[in-house]
């Protein structure tokens, strides 16, 4: 019987996610989003580099098996959250989409302004106060927040962690002395579902401590919250990937630090205010010491020495040949090349088998080759840094 109690609760829950703002932000974010950055690559590259929805790539296991986590410790812990404060927290969510940078998605900000509405709601007039929408709010366990928040941000640090080279944008900018110069973007949205209880439904306590953030002894249901967490931040100075794993290995410490916090405020609920103020002002001074290291001698800019590859288009023939960014195109087919037009012309010498010598991001030499069919040599798939000169032709070789 109590089996029966919890799969039609679990039903009952999934259907539940429709009634609930973050999906429908998510996907027309992402649609915004994703317009906006192909729009960008066709201007800059005169070609799409990645698919659509790629701010979305890789993140579906780590937020699986996230969001299985966060369901056991939700649903374990009995925390409950009502409809009011999930729609208190979309609303948030839609406010901080406003600047279109997925940054401000970040549970710090989101769980964290929300966090700041409730707390402060007693000190509204209580004309406000009694407001049939504002009422659930002040039976909200603020000590579950800072454990959301702390659990959606090793999320995010183990996810900028896992960054490989090819999962950060490309882009091209005129520098300060008029030269072109490239940057990365990393972007990344994550869906992460996980259960929580809700205030209605079949399932009743089955023991005396839980749950542990319930709200008086109501009967509780499921439902599913599909919440959105992300980061984006612009590589300039340096290799985005070293980049990623800098500001990963931040978030992530800074995860552990507002958890221990929100542990505490289990003995002592100050606490709880004191987790959100520091993922808050964590989360701001990991940007700020990001944007300061940025503003080092630009890593992407034109060599006299060779070709330097500012980004690959993933699954073309240059990712095929193990080609990556930040790497320098020396020689092909034994010919030294400094220019996209060196490169094309290089290329037509052997119009089936080619030799690539490059510079790897050590320095070292290495050597890659591959048979080319026909079109290949325009469709390559390597972006450099400074446009082509021909008039005629495209970025992307």
């Known amino acids: 019987m109590i089996l029966e109690v919890w799969i039609m609760e679990i039903v009952k829950g999934a259907g539940r996610v429709f009634t609930q703002p973050f999906l429908y932000i998510a996907i027309i974010i992402g649609f915004i989003l994703t317009r906006r950055r192909i729009k960008s690559e066709r201007r800059q590259f005169g070609t799409r580099i990645y698919d659509a929805f790629s701010e979305w790539s890789g993140t579906l296991g780590t937020s699986l098996a996230a969001g299985l986590l966060i369901s056991l410790f939700a649903v374990g812990s009995g925390l409950v959250l009502s409809l009011p404060l999930l729609l208190l927290v979309s609303g948030v969510l839609l406010v901080l989409s ?14 964290g302004a929300t966090y700041l509405v409730i707390y402060f709601i007693p000190y509204f007039p209580e004309s406000v106060r009694q407001l049939s929408w504002v009422s659930p709010f002040t039976d909200t366990p603020l000590t579950a927040l800072p454990f959301l928040i702390s659990a959606f941000l090793l999320v995010e640090g183990i996810l900028m962690l896992r960054s490989s080279s090819l999962s ?70 340096q ?12 978030t992530f410490f800074l995860a552990l630090l507002v958890l221990s916090l929100a ?16 993922s808050l002002l964590g989360r701001t001074w990991i940007r700020l010491q990001h944007l300061s290291g940025e503003k080092r001698q630009p890593f992407f800019s034109a060599s006299q020495h060779g070709l330097l590859i500012l980004g690959i288009i993933p699954k073309s023939p240059a990712a095929q040949m193990g080609l990556s960014p930040g790497e320098l195109i020396v020689r092909v087919n034994n010919r030294q090349v400094r220019t996209e037009n060196d490169f094309y012309e290089a290329l037509q010498e052997n119009a ?46």
């Open 263 to 278: 542990a505490g405020s289990l003995f002592l609920p100050v606490l709880s205010m004191a987790a959100v103020v520091v």
């Open 168 to 237: 950060t944008f490309p882009e091209r900018v005129m520098g300060r002395r008029g030269m072109w110069i490239g940057q990365h973007r990393s972007r990344k949205l994550a869906l992460i579902p996980f259960f929580a209880l809700f205030p209605a439904g079949s399932i009743e306590p089955f023991a005396p401590w839980w749950p542990v953030f319930g709200i008086g002894e109501e009967s509780f249901g499921l439902i599913l919250v599909p919440f959105i967490t992300g980061w984006e931040w612009i590589a300039r100075g």
């Open 98 to 111: 406003l600047p279109l940078r997925s940054n401000w998605y970040s549970a710090a900000y989101t769980l």
């Open 352 to 397: 089936a088998f080619n030799k690539i010598e490059v510079h790897d991001v050590q320095g070292e030499n290495r050597y890659v080759q591959r048979p080319l069919y026909e079109g290949e040599h325009y469709e390559l798939g390597l972006v450099f840094v400074e446009p082509p000169r021909r008039e005629k032709s495209v970025s992307v070789y």
């Open 239 to 250: 290799l985005p990937v070293k980049a990623a794993k800098i500001v990963g290995r931040r």
